[in-house]
């Protein structure tokens, strides 16, 4: 019979050659075969492998394991995962590695020689993962090694968390820490050290950035207070003045019997000078303005008053892998 047309292996027919056909039609049949096999797999100098049952506690991949779904436990202790040694004709070898248990220890993920990229962080000497049931995809791009991180938020950032109690596992609370170095590589490649901020009831604001809004404004700076007592300085400008005067007035004294004929008292000016024969009077109009000055008592209690703004409380999680 006729060789079917087939350009990919869906279009071959399972049933050709009959056996009726003459063995020099064979020729024809491998011929097909070779052409769709390289149409579906274009490229392909290197070997594919099929996954098999998934190992359990891998920790030194070989190629073997291309496309391989490893479990890695690390209910025990720490776990370093080894990736094999390969060359620019295995470029596109990729595995999956998954933590299945709960507890906070990591595994890493160790490059054979050289580093690894892991997510936007390159020049690694290991990588780490410690959040359990998500799947980190390990890629040989033929000249370097590259892992999928789980958080798609960058290495550092600090994200708002409802929970109270301890943080999810891959997770650390930035309450002013310090990590250790060695265990958070993809930390430390952002930051320079393990230091942590520590933003328990402080709220986050981006720096100044030379807007001269706040002083000195730089990442790690702290400002404000939660409560303020005001200083003399800080208090607004008042003044508070005040008189009493008196135009005139009229002073009137009497004098016994004994008294008749005699001076009374001092001649202030504007006065007048009676007597009537058995008792002396003085009346005295004095024009000059009187006046009247004191100091005003204190008042109120001087103590702090609340700067806070409505604020919910919710806990602050660090991402470091």
């Known amino acids: 019979m006729g060789l079917e047309s087939a350009t990919y292996i869906a279009g ?3 049933g050709n050659p009959p056996s009726s056909d003459l063995e020099s039609q064979g020729a024809d049949h491998l011929r097909l075969i070779k052409s769709v096999l390289q149409n579906t797999f274009p490229g392909a100098a290197a070997p594919f492998y099929l996954p098999s049952a998934p190992p359990v506690n ?10 391989a779904l490893v479990t ?36 890493f993920i160790l490059p054979s020689a050289g580093t690894i990229q892991s997510g936007e962080y390159a ?13 980190t995809e390990v890629i ?16 550092g950032s600090i994200i708002t968390w409802s ?19 060695a265990n958070y590589p993809e ?12 933003v328990r009831a402080r709220v986050l604001a981006a720096p100044d950035a030379g807007a001269g809004i706040w002083t000195a ?74 006046s009247v000055s004191g100091l005003t008592t204190n008042s109120g209690g001087g103590g702090a008053h609340n700067n806070l703004q409505p604020t919910l409380v919710l806990n602050k999680l660090l991402v470091v892998e």
Not at 140 to 151: L, N
Not at 163 to 181: D, M, R
Not at 188 to 197: C, D, E, I
Not at 219 to 245: K, N, R, Y
Request: aromatic share 6%; net charge neutral.
């Open 12 to 14: 071959l027919v399972p």
């Open 58 to 67: 891998t920790v030194a991949l070989t190629i073997a394991h291309q496309n």
């Open 72 to 107: 890695i436990d690390t209910t025990s202790a720490v776990q370093n995962v080894t990736l094999p040694a390969l060359t620019a004709v295995n470029a596109g070898w990729s595995c999956r590695l998954i933590k299945l248990n709960t507890g906070t220890n990591p595994f």
């Open 123 to 135: 020049g690694l000497s290991k990588a780490r993962r410690c959040i359990p049931g998500h799947i």
């Open 140 to 155: 040989w791009s033929g000249t370097a090694w590259f892992a999928m991180r789980v958080p798609r938020v960058p290495v």
């Open 163 to 181: 929970g109270s109690v301890a943080p999810p596992t891959g997770y650390e609370l930035p309450n002013g820490q310090i990590l250790n170095a």
């Open 187 to 198: 930390y430390v490649a952002v930051m320079g050290a393990g230091n942590t901020f520590d």
């Open 217 to 290: 404004a730089v990442v790690g700076f702290f400002l404000g207070e939660i409560s303020h007592t005001l200083t003399t300085s800080e208090v607004p400008q008042l003044g508070i003045s005040g008189s009493a005067s008196v135009s005139s007035g009229t002073i009137t004294a009497s004098t016994s019997a004994h008294d008749q004929g005699g001076t009374f008292g001092p001649q202030v000016g504007g006065a007048s000078h009676t007597n009537d024969g058995g008792n002396s009077s003085v009346t005295i109009n004095d024009t000059r303005a009187w």
